[in-house]
């Protein structure tokens, strides 16, 4: 069975380096963006099993990511799992179509959460 891949889409560079190496020691192929458009370029290209998306991006904000990489025909069903310390689950309700359990509040969820999280998913 082949590697399940993981994008992050995190523009702080500590929380993604750490995000990288969890997922590798759990053996997914691990992906990362720095920002959003980066992010919408390598989720289209590669096509990963699921996607973690944080809302505040240095370019573009992770909703226009969501909106982007849901206009592509693959994109319309990609799991997408947002990570955020700054919004409302309200605000994020209001911006994107996303189940409440696929929102996850920084630095409210462990790395085990995470994990489990990714592994219901996929």
């Given at each position: 069975m082949s590697k399940k891949t993981v994008l992050v889409i995190e523009d702080s560079s500590?929380?993604?380096e750490s995000l990288?190496?969890?997922?590798?020691?759990?053996?997914f192929n691990a992906l990362v963006a720095p920002n959003g458009r980066?992010?919408?370029s390598?989720?289209?290209?590669?096509?990963p099993d699921l996607i973690l998306l944080d809302i505040r991006l240095p370019d573009i904000d992770g909703y226009e990511v969501y909106r982007r990489i849901r206009e592509d025909s693959w994109g319309k069903k990609a799991n997408i799992v947002v990570l955020t310390a700054s919004e409302s689950t309200e605000n994020i309700s209001k911006?994107?179509?996303?189940?409440?359990d696929r929102v996850l509040f920084?630095?409210?969820?462990s790395v085990k959460?995470?994990?489990n999280k990714i592994e219901?998913?996929?």
């Open positions: 500590y929380l993604a990288v190496d969890m997922l590798s020691m759990k053996d980066e992010g919408v390598i989720a289209v290209e590669q096509k911006n994107i179509d996303l189940p409440s920084k630095p409210d969820w959460d995470l994990l219901d998913i996929i």
